[in-house]
């Protein structure tokens, strides 16, 4: 759920519907483009990929993909 609220964030602010066919590694690198650092594509944001097939996500690792979404809506916003 999270991944999509992202993707209608970006779609919204740049107006283009394509970016809801970009998966995978590409959404991740997508996503890294308003930071600074490639912390979707090589940091927990690789949990958005990962997190859904797997047997179980520590509460850790969710907080910090959170914050890390949070992070990336203050910089897009």
């Known amino acids: ?4 609220f992202l993707r209608r964030v970006m779609i919204s602010l740049k107006r283009d519907t394509n970016i809801a066919g970009v998966t995978g590694m590409a959404w991740l690198k997508l996503l890294d ?3 600074k650092e490639p912390e979707f594509s090589e ?3 690789k949990l958005l990929l990962t ?3 797997s047997k179980e996500v520590s509460k850790e690792e969710v907080i910090k993909l959170l914050l890390l979404s949070s992070k990336w809506v203050r910089e897009v916003l």
Do not use: F
């Open 1 to 4: 759920e999270l991944s999509a």
């Open 43 to 45: 940091g927990i944001g």
């Open 33 to 35: 483009e308003p930071l």
């Open 51 to 53: 997190g859904p097939y």
